[in-house]
C-alpha cells in the first residue's frame, strides 16, 4: 500500500492513498453495477411441437418495467408479404400497461403472453403457447427505454419432433436466476466493467498524484519560511 509520512513541527501522520481513493472508487464501480441489464437465457431452449414453452429473459438487477414498453421479435422472420406498409411486426408487445395485438405477427396472435403480475420484479420472459416447427429460431427481447446499454438479449428456440421432454412443460414463471454473459468463445464477459476499472484506477492516481503535490507543496512552503525566520532573527541577534 502507497503512504506518505509527513512532519509539520513535530507532528506526524501517515496518508494512505488507498484510505483516501477506495471511497471514490467504490462510488464508480457500484453507479455501473447498478444499471439493470436486459439477461436472457444462455441455454437454447428445447421443445416439442405442441408444448407451451417459456422464454425466459429478465433484468438484473430487478427493475418494475410496469410502465415501460416490452418488445419480443424474431429478428430472421421474413416480412409479411401482405402488408403494404412494411410495418413492425412483433411476436409480442406490450406498451402502455397493455398487450398491443394489431402489430403482432398473425400467427402468435393468442399464442403469447407476458407474466404481468412479475413485471414489477424485472421478470419480462415471453410463454409462447402449442408452439411449432415454425417457431424455432432466434427472439429478441427489449426494452427501448431502458437506461442501460444493455437493453436487449437474444433467446433461442429449438422444436424437435421426436423430442421427449423429462421435466414437466410448465416451466415456474420466475425466470431462472442471473447467469454471467459467455462471449464468443464460452467465457464470461466482463467487457461492461473494463470502462469503470480503467476510470477508477485513472481517478486513484490523480486523486493521489494531487494529495501528493499538495503535501510536498505545504512542506516547501513551511521550509521557506523557517529560512526567513532564522535569517531574520540572525540580523537581530
Known amino acids: 500500500m502507497s503512504t506518505v509520512n509527513v512532519d509539520l513541527d513535530g507532528l506526524g501522520f501517515t ?3 488507498f484510505t483516501f481513493s477506495f471511497p471514490l472508487a467504490f462510488l464508480c464501480w457500484t453507479s455501473v453495477e447498478a ?24 433484468l438484473e438487477p430487478q427493475l418494475n418495467v410496469e410502465s415501460l414498453t416490452v418488445e419480443w421479435s424474431k429478428p430472421d422472420l421474413k416480412p409479411d408479404p401482405s402488408d403494404p ?26 399464442r403469447t403472453q407476458l407474466f404481468t403480475d412479475d413485471l414489477k ?7 409462447i403457447i402449442n408452439v411449432t416447427l415454425e417457431d ?10 431502458l437506461r442501460s446499454n444493455m437493453k436487449y438479449s437474444f433467446v433461442q428456440l429449438v422444436i424437435e419432433p421426436d423430442y421427449v421432454q423429462t421435466w414437466t412443460t410448465e416451466m415456474p414463471l420466475q425466470t431462472p436466476g442471473p447467469k454471467e454473459e459467455v462471449d464468443d468463445t464460452g467465457q ?34 513551511q521550509q521557506s519560511s523557517c529560512k526567513n ?9
Open 15 to 17: 496518508f494512505s492513498l
Open 35 to 58: 444499471q439493470s441489464r436486459v439477461i436472457g437465457s444462455i441455454q437454447p431452449i428445447v421443445a416439442a411441437p405442441g408444448d407451451d414453452v417459456i422464454l425466459p429473459c429478465h
Open 85 to 110: 406498409l412494411s410495418r413492425v411486426r412483433y411476436v409480442h408487445l406490450y406498451r402502455d400497461r397493455r398487450e398491443v395485438v394489431d402489430m403482432k405477427v398473425p400467427s402468435y396472435i393468442r
Open 121 to 127: 420484479n424485472g421478470n419480462i420472459s415471453l410463454r
Open 136 to 145: 424455432s429460431g432466434k427472439y429478441r427481447c427489449f426494452i427501448p427505454k
Open 188 to 221: 464470461p464477459s466482463r467487457s461492461h466493467l473494463i470502462p469503470a476499472v480503467f476510470f477508477s484506477v485513472v481517478l486513484i492516481l490523480a486523486v493521489g498524484g494531487i494529495a501528493v503535490c499538495s503535501i510536498k507543496s505545504n512542506l516547501q512552503k
Open 229 to 237: 525566520l532564522d535569517f531574520l532573527l540572525g540580523k537581530k541577534t
